[in-house]
């Protein structure tokens, strides 16, 4: 399943709620950036079910969320998502060289699929431990979305421990309210790094690139 949203020119107004209320896109030097962001079955090696994906498309962006129905389409999801990311993108990830990027690569070499490299991986999680350490409580990513960002998540916000179980929970039933949540809880992700990718632009300090 492919779920887009465009924001920006020729789409939808960006929302207060997932950008804050001074985001500014259109005069920010971005290049081929992709921020990306995955759900999946467990902290082990466990299947991918959920991509989601913000790139500029024109003068807007693109929002797009790859979702697998069932374990079974995690092949799918990847291929898209390869083609989605294309062999010259710049990854932007929250803590995604310990994570997204290494799942990435095992579940598609398991799966016989050769997932493309990107130009360049920035790794916010990085860029915020070296300029904020020690003026944070933690270096989560909804810490500073509230402390840095000014942007609240919503109370009913899924926290991330409770995503396996609630794909589990939607495969087995089919009720959409176990998987929307999960749907909502990723598109948040993106859009707070795209703040945060900002920031930092604006102070001058590209996060950490590899």
Request: hydrophobic share 40%.
């Amino acid at each position: 399943m492919v779920l887009d949203e465009v924001f920006g020119e020729g789409g939808l107004p960006l929302p207060e709620s997932l950008f804050g209320s001074h985001f500014r896109w259109l005069d920010a030097p971005c290049g081929p950036l992709a921020f990306l962001d995955l759900e999946t079955c467990g902290l082990a090696d466990d299947p991918i079910f959920l991509a989601g994906i913000l790139q500029p498309l024109g003068n807007g962006l693109r929002l797009r969320r790859l979702f697998a129905r069932d374990p079974s389409g995690e092949e799918a999801l990847l291929a898209r998502t390869a083609e989605t990311l294309g062999p010259g993108a710049i990854w932007v990830t929250f803590n995604g060289r310990s994570f997204d990027g290494p799942r990435l690569r095992r579940r598609s070499a398991r799966l016989g699929l050769e997932f493309p490299a990107p130009a360049e991986h920035r790794d916010l999680l990085l860029a915020v431990r070296r300029r904020w350490r020690g003026e944070l409580p933690d270096c989560r990513l909804q810490t500073v979305e509230r402390r840095l960002l000014g942007i609240e998540r919503d109370r009913r916000d899924v926290p991330g421990r409770e995503v396996p179980e609630r794909y589990r929970d939607w495969v087995r039933t089919g009720d959409p309210r176990w998987i929307t949540p999960v749907l909502e809880h990723n598109r948040r992700d993106v859009a707070a790094m795209a703040v945060l990718h900002r920031r930092l632009v604006e102070m001058g300090e590209y996060p950490v690139g590899i």
